[in-house]
């Protein structure tokens, strides 16, 4: 079945770029009815979405944090990836990537989540 | 921007019927979808499309929509449904944005 898995750096300093691949197995990316997006969660706190990106290559972004987030997308690596620049203490999260339907018969929720990855902001 | 609006905690005894509420204008307009995310885990999608219920989630858990409120309604709770549970929806645009509610955690005493 489907899977998701992220990665990358668990620690990052103020002010630098936040980096994170997710990687999709048992499914194709360039499936045209799925978006794959991010989303992140503080410690003790809810769910925030950070963005979503089609295979296509169109994004979207949480307005609140769009002047810093790029989503990409290779569909060669079967991966989608998360930067997030010029991060703080309050970008500390567990950051989650998951399949978001993209059709009226797929419904838009999130079915497929990978476990998430803890990152930490701090010098 | 836009906002889904969730009670912060619910609390009901085993065996009894738990409902969890969502508020937002787009409601009418754009479908919700349910989360339940247990400590330490990703979260799990129990309800989509305000009222269908993806394989492999139990019949207690079932959702409804009357105007700009959404609810998750949990029959017979159980222990093991102790979680934060979250709302999701999209603004009133159209577009694909993304917007989840503060969430709310169901304690089974």
């Known amino acids: 079945q489907l899977q998701l898995q992220e990665s990358g750096p668990g620690l990052v300093k103020p002010s630098e770029t936040l980096s994170l691949t997710c990687t999709v197995s048992?499914?194709?990316?360039?499936?045209?009815?799925?978006?794959w997006g991010w989303i992140r969660q503080p410690p003790g706190k809810g769910l925030e979405w950070i963005g979503s990106?089609?295979?296509?290559?169109?994004?979207y972004y949480n307005p609140s944090l769009k002047s810093r987030v790029t989503i990409s997308v290779d569909t060669s690596k079967n991966q989608f990836s998360l930067k997030l620049s010029s991060v703080t203490a309050a970008d500390t999260a567990v950051y989650y990537c998951?399949?978001?339907?993209?059709?009226?018969?797929?419904?838009?929720?999130?079915?497929?989540w990978g476990q998430g990855t803890t990152v930490t902001v701090s010098s | 921007s836009y906002e889904l609006t969730q009670p912060p905690s619910v609390s009901v005894s085993p065996g009894q019927t738990a409902r969890i509420t969502c508020s937002g204008d787009?409601?009418?307009?754009?479908?919700a979808y349910w989360y339940q995310q247990k400590p330490g885990q990703a979260p799990v999608l129990v309800i989509y499309?305000?009222?269908e219920r993806p394989s492999g989630i139990p019949e207690r858990f079932s959702g409804s929509s009357s105007g700009t409120t959404v609810t998750l309604t949990i029959s017979g709770v159980q222990a093991e449904d102790e979680a934060d549970y979250y709302c999701?929806?999209?603004?009133?645009?159209?577009?694909?944005?993304?917007?989840f509610g503060g969430g709310t955690k169901l304690t089974v005493l």
């Open positions: 048992g499914g194709s990316i360039s499936s045209s009815s799925y978006y």
């Open positions: 999701q929806s999209a603004d009133s645009s159209g577009t694909p944005h993304v917007v």
């Open positions: 499309k305000d009222s």
């Open positions: 998951a399949r978001r339907g993209a059709t009226v018969t797929t419904g838009y929720g999130m079915d497929v």
């Open positions: 990106i089609y295979y296509s290559g169109s994004t």
């Open positions: 787009a409601l009418p307009k754009q479908y």
